[in-house]
Protein backbone atom coordinates (compact mmCIF):
# COMPACT_ATOMS: atom_id res chain seq x y z
CA UNK A 1 0.00 0.00 0.00
CA UNK A 2 0.78 3.88 -0.10
CA UNK A 3 1.37 6.19 2.32
CA UNK A 4 -1.93 7.71 1.62
CA UNK A 5 -3.25 4.57 1.76
CA UNK A 6 -2.44 3.89 4.78
CA UNK A 7 -3.72 7.21 6.29
CA UNK A 8 -6.94 6.11 4.81
CA UNK A 9 -6.89 2.72 6.88
CA UNK A 10 -6.19 4.36 10.33
CA UNK A 11 -8.36 7.70 9.65
CA UNK A 12 -11.42 4.68 9.39
CA UNK A 13 -9.87 3.35 12.30
CA UNK A 14 -8.03 0.57 11.16
CA UNK A 15 -4.95 -0.83 12.64
CA UNK A 16 -3.14 -4.36 11.35
CA UNK A 17 -1.04 -6.46 13.52
CA UNK A 18 2.36 -5.60 11.88
CA UNK A 19 3.41 -3.43 9.10
CA UNK A 20 6.88 -3.18 7.01
CA UNK A 21 7.55 0.48 6.07
CA UNK A 22 10.11 -0.75 3.16
CA UNK A 23 11.78 1.82 0.68
CA UNK A 24 14.77 4.72 0.58
CA UNK A 25 12.67 8.04 0.89
CA UNK A 26 13.41 8.73 4.56
CA UNK A 27 10.52 11.21 4.66
CA UNK A 28 7.75 8.48 3.39
CA UNK A 29 9.14 6.30 6.31
CA UNK A 30 8.84 8.85 9.14
CA UNK A 31 6.01 10.23 7.83
CA UNK A 32 4.46 6.38 7.95
CA UNK A 33 5.69 5.89 11.04
CA UNK A 34 4.75 9.38 12.77
CA UNK A 35 1.16 8.18 11.58
CA UNK A 36 1.54 4.82 13.12
CA UNK A 37 2.48 6.30 16.42
CA UNK A 38 -0.02 8.58 16.71
CA UNK A 39 -2.94 6.29 15.97
CA UNK A 40 -1.32 3.08 17.75
CA UNK A 41 -0.77 5.64 20.55
CA UNK A 42 -4.04 7.90 20.64
CA UNK A 43 -1.60 10.10 23.09
CA UNK A 44 -0.85 7.62 25.91
CA UNK A 45 2.64 7.98 26.62
CA UNK A 46 5.61 6.83 25.02
CA UNK A 47 7.69 5.78 28.01
CA UNK A 48 6.11 2.52 28.26
CA UNK A 49 4.55 2.33 25.65
CA UNK A 50 7.14 2.94 22.73
CA UNK A 51 10.01 0.16 22.18
CA UNK A 52 12.78 1.35 19.92
CA UNK A 53 15.00 -1.88 18.71
CA UNK A 54 18.02 -2.06 16.67
CA UNK A 55 17.85 -4.49 14.22
CA UNK A 56 21.47 -5.24 14.23
CA UNK A 57 21.44 -5.26 18.27
CA UNK A 58 18.09 -7.38 18.69
CA UNK A 59 17.59 -10.87 19.16
CA UNK A 60 14.98 -12.64 18.84
CA UNK A 61 13.98 -13.37 22.29
CA UNK A 62 13.99 -9.66 22.55
CA UNK A 63 11.83 -8.87 19.84
CA UNK A 64 9.14 -11.50 21.11
CA UNK A 65 9.39 -10.01 25.08
CA UNK A 66 8.64 -6.61 23.52
CA UNK A 67 5.60 -7.68 21.74
CA UNK A 68 4.23 -9.73 24.46
CA UNK A 69 4.74 -6.84 27.11
CA UNK A 70 1.15 -5.52 28.06
CA UNK A 71 0.91 -1.56 27.65
CA UNK A 72 0.48 0.97 30.23
CA UNK A 73 -2.49 3.66 30.57
CA UNK A 74 -2.99 2.47 26.35
CA UNK A 75 -4.97 0.37 24.47
CA UNK A 76 -2.05 -1.32 23.19
CA UNK A 77 2.00 -0.48 22.51
CA UNK A 78 3.91 -0.29 19.49
CA UNK A 79 6.86 -1.98 19.17
CA UNK A 80 9.70 -0.20 16.42
CA UNK A 81 12.25 -2.34 14.91
CA UNK A 82 14.75 -0.76 12.63
CA UNK A 83 16.85 -1.80 9.97
CA UNK A 84 16.51 -6.01 10.97
CA UNK A 85 18.39 -6.70 7.77
CA UNK A 86 21.63 -6.52 8.99
CA UNK A 87 24.84 -9.21 8.54
CA UNK A 88 26.01 -10.24 12.11
CA UNK A 89 24.68 -13.26 12.87
CA UNK A 90 21.94 -12.03 15.64
CA UNK A 91 20.51 -10.24 12.58
CA UNK A 92 20.01 -13.11 10.83
CA UNK A 93 18.53 -15.08 13.08
CA UNK A 94 16.13 -11.97 13.99
CA UNK A 95 15.04 -12.37 10.04
CA UNK A 96 14.64 -16.17 10.11
CA UNK A 97 12.38 -15.01 13.43
CA UNK A 98 10.32 -12.73 12.07
CA UNK A 99 7.87 -14.79 10.31
CA UNK A 100 6.49 -16.78 12.37
CA UNK A 101 6.72 -13.66 14.91
CA UNK A 102 4.34 -11.58 12.20
CA UNK A 103 1.86 -14.88 11.74
CA UNK A 104 2.10 -14.93 15.75
CA UNK A 105 0.35 -11.02 15.94
CA UNK A 106 -3.60 -11.03 15.51
CA UNK A 107 -6.26 -8.59 16.53
CA UNK A 108 -6.58 -7.84 19.93
CA UNK A 109 -2.60 -8.42 20.47
CA UNK A 110 -0.93 -6.05 23.16
CA UNK A 111 1.62 -4.60 20.56
CA UNK A 112 1.53 -3.57 16.89
CA UNK A 113 4.98 -4.33 14.96
CA UNK A 114 6.34 -1.87 12.67
CA UNK A 115 9.62 -2.03 10.68
CA UNK A 116 11.48 0.14 8.92
CA UNK A 117 14.13 -0.59 6.25
CA UNK A 118 15.64 1.29 3.12
CA UNK A 119 15.64 -1.58 1.70
CA UNK A 120 13.89 -5.48 1.72
CA UNK A 121 14.35 -8.24 -0.66
CA UNK A 122 10.21 -9.24 -1.53
CA UNK A 123 11.08 -12.84 -2.02
CA UNK A 124 12.74 -13.44 1.37
CA UNK A 125 10.42 -14.50 3.70
CA UNK A 126 10.59 -12.11 6.40
CA UNK A 127 9.42 -9.63 3.75
CA UNK A 128 6.59 -11.82 1.99
CA UNK A 129 5.55 -12.53 6.26
CA UNK A 130 4.11 -8.98 5.82
CA UNK A 131 0.77 -10.07 3.90
CA UNK A 132 -2.65 -9.83 4.73
CA UNK A 133 -3.74 -9.12 7.68
CA UNK A 134 0.10 -7.56 8.04
CA UNK A 135 0.98 -4.84 5.51
CA UNK A 136 3.59 -3.40 3.63
CA UNK A 137 3.82 0.58 3.05
CA UNK A 138 5.73 1.28 -0.05
CA UNK A 139 8.46 4.00 0.18
CA UNK A 140 10.34 4.67 -2.18
CA UNK A 141 10.37 8.40 -4.36
CA UNK A 142 7.81 9.31 -6.59
CA UNK A 143 8.93 8.08 -10.86
CA UNK A 144 7.96 9.58 -13.08
CA UNK A 145 6.01 13.17 -13.62
CA UNK A 146 2.77 11.20 -13.13
CA UNK A 147 4.14 10.06 -10.03
CA UNK A 148 5.36 13.25 -8.60
CA UNK A 149 2.47 15.33 -9.30
CA UNK A 150 0.36 13.04 -7.81
CA UNK A 151 2.46 13.26 -4.31
CA UNK A 152 2.79 17.42 -4.83
CA UNK A 153 -1.23 17.11 -5.05
CA UNK A 154 -1.80 14.70 -1.91
CA UNK A 155 0.68 16.50 -0.04
CA UNK A 156 -0.92 20.07 -1.07
CA UNK A 157 -4.28 17.97 0.61
CA UNK A 158 -2.57 17.26 3.54
CA UNK A 159 -1.18 20.98 4.17
CA UNK A 160 -4.70 21.93 3.27
CA UNK A 161 -3.89 23.86 0.19
CA UNK A 162 -5.78 24.39 -2.73
CA UNK A 163 -3.81 24.40 -5.68
CA UNK A 164 -4.60 26.39 -9.03
CA UNK A 165 -4.00 25.33 -12.62
CA UNK A 166 -0.86 23.85 -13.59
CA UNK A 167 0.67 24.22 -10.12
CA UNK A 168 1.59 20.53 -9.08
CA UNK A 169 2.77 20.02 -12.33
CA UNK A 170 5.03 22.80 -12.43
CA UNK A 171 6.62 22.31 -9.05
CA UNK A 172 7.41 18.26 -9.87
CA UNK A 173 9.03 20.20 -12.58
CA UNK A 174 10.95 22.33 -10.99
CA UNK A 175 11.91 20.65 -7.87
CA UNK A 176 12.04 16.94 -8.63
CA UNK A 177 11.90 13.58 -6.56
CA UNK A 178 13.06 15.88 -3.63
CA UNK A 179 10.02 14.86 -1.55
CA UNK A 180 11.51 17.33 1.38
CA UNK A 181 12.17 20.27 -0.61
CA UNK A 182 8.63 19.93 -2.21
CA UNK A 183 7.08 19.99 1.13
CA UNK A 184 8.87 23.26 2.05
CA UNK A 185 8.39 24.69 -1.28
CA UNK A 186 4.78 24.36 -0.78
CA UNK A 187 4.29 25.99 2.00
CA UNK A 188 6.55 28.97 1.00
CA UNK A 189 4.22 29.21 -1.75
CA UNK A 190 1.43 29.30 0.38
CA UNK A 191 2.48 32.21 2.09
CA UNK A 192 2.89 33.82 -1.31
CA UNK A 193 -0.72 33.31 -1.51
CA UNK A 194 -1.99 34.20 1.59
CA UNK A 195 -4.01 32.45 4.30
CA UNK A 196 -7.38 30.71 2.53
CA UNK A 197 -6.12 31.46 -1.69
CA UNK A 198 -5.28 28.89 -4.24
CA UNK A 199 -1.50 28.42 -5.06
CA UNK A 200 -1.39 29.35 -8.36
CA UNK A 201 1.09 28.47 -10.58
CA UNK A 202 2.48 32.05 -10.89
CA UNK A 203 3.31 31.44 -6.63
CA UNK A 204 4.93 28.21 -7.70
CA UNK A 205 7.43 30.27 -9.92
CA UNK A 206 8.12 33.12 -8.20
CA UNK A 207 8.44 31.18 -4.55
CA UNK A 208 10.94 28.19 -6.68
CA UNK A 209 13.07 30.38 -8.91
CA UNK A 210 13.35 33.54 -7.09
CA UNK A 211 15.25 32.00 -3.41
CA UNK A 212 18.14 29.81 -4.70
CA UNK A 213 18.95 27.17 -2.67
CA UNK A 214 22.87 28.44 -2.22
CA UNK A 215 22.03 31.90 -0.79
CA UNK A 216 19.71 30.80 1.47
CA UNK A 217 21.96 27.96 3.09
CA UNK A 218 24.45 31.01 2.94
CA UNK A 219 21.86 32.83 5.54
CA UNK A 220 21.44 30.13 7.15
CA UNK A 221 25.08 29.14 7.58
CA UNK A 222 25.67 32.85 8.87
CA UNK A 223 23.22 32.67 11.37
CA UNK A 224 23.82 29.28 12.31
CA UNK A 225 27.59 29.93 12.74
CA UNK A 226 26.96 33.68 14.83
CA UNK A 227 28.40 35.69 12.09
CA UNK A 228 25.61 38.35 12.45
CA UNK A 229 27.24 40.96 10.16
CA UNK A 230 27.43 38.09 7.15
CA UNK A 231 23.77 37.10 8.10
CA UNK A 232 22.82 40.99 7.49
CA UNK A 233 25.10 41.03 4.07
CA UNK A 234 23.42 37.74 2.73
CA UNK A 235 20.00 38.96 3.52
CA UNK A 236 20.33 42.56 1.68
CA UNK A 237 21.51 40.78 -1.37
CA UNK A 238 18.36 38.49 -1.37
CA UNK A 239 15.86 40.98 -0.75
CA UNK A 240 18.11 43.15 -3.57
CA UNK A 241 17.67 40.32 -5.96
CA UNK A 242 13.70 40.67 -5.49
CA UNK A 243 13.24 37.42 -2.98
CA UNK A 244 9.75 38.20 -1.68
CA UNK A 245 10.10 38.94 2.40
CA UNK A 246 7.61 35.68 2.65
CA UNK A 247 9.64 33.39 1.30
CA UNK A 248 12.64 34.20 3.33
CA UNK A 249 10.99 33.73 6.79
CA UNK A 250 9.39 30.49 5.59
CA UNK A 251 13.13 29.37 4.67
CA UNK A 252 14.09 30.20 8.33
CA UNK A 253 11.21 28.90 9.60
CA UNK A 254 11.71 25.58 8.30
CA UNK A 255 15.74 25.79 9.04
CA UNK A 256 14.87 26.76 12.54
CA UNK A 257 12.70 23.43 12.90
CA UNK A 258 15.05 21.08 11.58
CA UNK A 259 17.28 22.53 14.50
CA UNK A 260 14.78 22.29 16.96
CA UNK A 261 13.88 18.61 15.86
CA UNK A 262 17.73 17.63 15.68
CA UNK A 263 18.47 19.71 19.26
CA UNK A 264 16.08 17.18 20.96
CA UNK A 265 17.18 13.92 19.54
CA UNK A 266 15.07 13.90 16.54
CA UNK A 267 16.58 13.15 12.81
CA UNK A 268 15.48 14.94 9.42
CA UNK A 269 16.13 13.79 6.24
CA UNK A 270 18.72 15.13 4.69
CA UNK A 271 22.17 14.45 2.73
CA UNK A 272 24.77 13.45 5.65
CA UNK A 273 26.96 16.63 5.08
CA UNK A 274 24.07 18.48 5.70
CA UNK A 275 22.85 16.55 9.00
CA UNK A 276 26.50 17.35 10.24
CA UNK A 277 26.08 21.19 9.20
CA UNK A 278 22.49 20.91 11.16
CA UNK A 279 23.64 18.94 14.38
CA UNK A 280 26.76 21.42 14.87
CA UNK A 281 24.11 24.65 14.44
CA UNK A 282 21.83 22.99 16.99
CA UNK A 283 24.46 22.74 19.25
CA UNK A 284 25.10 26.20 19.82
CA UNK A 285 21.63 27.16 20.66
CA UNK A 286 20.16 26.16 24.22
CA UNK A 287 16.97 24.62 23.37
CA UNK A 288 14.92 27.66 25.49
CA UNK A 289 17.15 30.01 22.65
CA UNK A 290 15.58 27.59 19.62
CA UNK A 291 11.83 27.99 20.80
CA UNK A 292 12.45 31.66 21.98
CA UNK A 293 13.71 31.61 18.20
CA UNK A 294 10.65 30.33 17.13
CA UNK A 295 8.31 32.51 18.72
CA UNK A 296 10.51 35.65 17.33
CA UNK A 297 10.05 34.03 13.50
CA UNK A 298 6.08 34.05 14.41
CA UNK A 299 6.10 37.63 15.33
CA UNK A 300 8.11 38.65 12.61
CA UNK A 301 4.97 36.85 10.23
CA UNK A 302 2.53 39.06 12.08
CA UNK A 303 4.24 41.87 11.30
CA UNK A 304 4.98 40.82 7.51
CA UNK A 305 1.15 40.58 7.21
CA UNK A 306 0.89 44.41 8.44
CA UNK A 307 -0.09 43.39 12.23
CA UNK A 308 2.47 45.59 13.62
CA UNK A 309 4.77 49.17 13.13
CA UNK A 310 7.57 47.70 11.82
CA UNK A 311 8.64 47.72 7.89
CA UNK A 312 9.24 44.24 6.31
CA UNK A 313 12.35 44.78 5.81
CA UNK A 314 13.34 45.98 9.40
CA UNK A 315 11.53 43.08 11.12
CA UNK A 316 13.53 40.91 8.92
CA UNK A 317 16.79 42.52 9.98
CA UNK A 318 15.62 42.51 13.23
CA UNK A 319 14.54 38.57 13.09
CA UNK A 320 18.28 38.20 11.61
CA UNK A 321 20.36 39.62 13.86
CA UNK A 322 18.78 38.20 16.88
CA UNK A 323 18.68 34.89 15.49
CA UNK A 324 22.85 35.22 14.90
CA UNK A 325 23.11 36.64 18.57
Known sequence: MTLEELREELAE???RPAYLLAGSEDLLRDDALAALR??????ASADFNLDRLEGEETSAGALRDALRTLPVGAPRRLVWLREPGGRRGGAKALLDALPELVRGLAAGAPSILVVTARSADGR???????????????CEPPRGARALTAFVTAEARRQGLVLGSGAAELLAERVGPQLLRIRSELEKASLLAG???AVSARHVREA????AEEPVWDLTDAIGDGR???????????RASGAPAPVLLASLAGHFRRLVRVRFGGRVAVPPFVARK???????YSPARLLQGLRAIHETDEFL?????????????????????
Open 38 to 43: EAVLEG
Open 305 to 325: KGRGALAPDLALERLVLGLAS
Open 13 to 15: GRL
Open 195 to 197: KGE
Open 208 to 211: VSDL
Open 228 to 238: AGDALAVLGKL
Open 124 to 138: TAWVRAFRDPAAQVA
Open 278 to 284: LDAQARR
